[in-house]
């Protein structure tokens, strides 16, 4: 995986330069940006990291930013500075779905340590999301009758249960178990439990 990129976007060139240097200490890369509707336009959005948005620049302010990236789904955690925080502009800025609000001149360590717990969660967001994609790529593979018995593993009933409930001997309960628990590439009930219940409680519920 590359190294997690910060993109800085601020008007002012002495911040900017000054916080790209503080945040390349902690081995964190920067892309800078001075133009916000540039920025919008060229940014990579399918890389790992955060951004960082000062609140006020000339044209596209950093909050109307931050509403335009909520809008098209960009899942980049934000953090905005501002050198005039409000409570309303502060209200505004986490309700877009700001990370974090931190006033200027900000404290060099806080805003460190929130890149970098903003990084860790983009991480582990992107790992969740990667496996909800796999889990129901391979809940598709199971036949109709396999997902019918691992709804009714779900619920916690027996094979001999089951069997009764879709009228199957048990040993044929016992194959579509073997089979279901092999395409979900599942090592135990409880995993089986853990990854698929909210899929089939989704199934349950679609018109």
């Not at 018995?149 to 009933?157: A, D, K, M, P, T």
């Not at 001997?169 to 439990?193: C, D, G, N, Y």
Request: aromatic share 4%; with cysteine.
């Amino acid at each position: 995986m590359h190294t997690p990129l910060i993109h800085l976007v601020d008007d002012d060139a002495a911040v900017r330069d000054g916080l790209a240097l503080l945040i390349g200490t902690v081995g964190l890369r920067v892309q800078t940006w001075d133009d916000p509707q540039a920025f919008i336009t060229g940014f990579d959005r399918q890389a790992i990291g955060a951004i960082v948005l000062d609140v006020r620049m000339p044209g596209l302010g950093g909050v109307a930013v931050l509403e335009r990236l909520q809008a098209e789904g960009v899942d980049q955690p934000v953090v905005m500075l501002t050198g005039h925080g409000t409570v309303a502009l502060c209200r505004r800025a986490f309700k877009s779905g700001a990370a974090e609000f931190l006033e200027k001149p900000v404290d060099d360590e806080l805003l460190l340590d929130t890149l970098q717990q903003a990084v860790r969660q983009h991480v582990h967001s992107r790992e969740r999301h990667a496996a909800d994609r796999e889990a129901r790529a391979r809940h598709a593979q199971l036949s109709p009758r396999e997902q019918e018995v691992l709804g009714l593993i779900i619920e916690g009933l027996t094979n001999k249960e089951i069997g009764r409930a879709l009228g199957l001997s048990p040993r044929t309960v016992e194959t579509h178990r073997a089979h279901l628990f092999a395409k979900l590439e599942a090592e135990s009930l409880a995993q089986l439990i853990r990854r698929y219940a909210r899929l089939v409680e989704e199934g349950d519920s679609a018109p």
